[in-house]
Nanobody, 122 residues
Framework: QVQLVESGGGSVQAGDSLRLSCEGS????????VAWFRQAPGKEREFVAV????????YYADSVKGRFTISRDSGKNTVYLQLNSLKIEDTAIYYC???????????????WGQGTQVTVFS
């Protein structure tokens, strides 16, 4: 089990950037795969990006590929999601989650943070 805390959300104009952080607790966090999901009002939670525990493997949803970048700093037990060229449709609560394998399905993740709101306006 790991505990996760997200931060970095906010309200920005379309085209702007944000960086989200997900800080994990415990030494075991360093061997977990960590993903970002998001959930817009009235919609299901959807996969955004995932990074391997060793940091070299990443995978993105098509909707964010080329605009978002996931990375991790093992020394700080933190995974980041850099959001560039934000669009109105990126508005959602962003959650980080951790598991033991590189998967994208919501129900494969047992460890979740509380979420951070990202709002993009025109």
């Amino acid at each position: 089990q790991v505990q996760l805390v997200e931060s970095g959300g906010g309200s920005v104009q379309a085209g702007d950037s944000l960086r989200l952080s997900c800080e994990g607790s415990g030494r075991a966090f360093s061997v977990y795969y960590v993903a970002w999901f998001r959930q817009a009002p009235g919609k299901e939670r959807e996969f955004v990006a995932v990074i391997s525990w060793y940091g070299s493997d990443t995978y993105y949803a098509d909707s964010v590929k080329g605009r978002f970048t996931i990375s991790r700093d093992s020394g700080k037990n933190t995974v980041y999601l850099q959001l560039n060229s934000l669009k109105i449709e990126d508005t959602a609560i962003y959650y980080c989650a951790a598991t033991r394998s590189l998967v994208t399905e919501v129900d494969r993740y047992a460890n979740w943070g509380q979420g951070t709101q990202v709002t993009v306006f025109s």
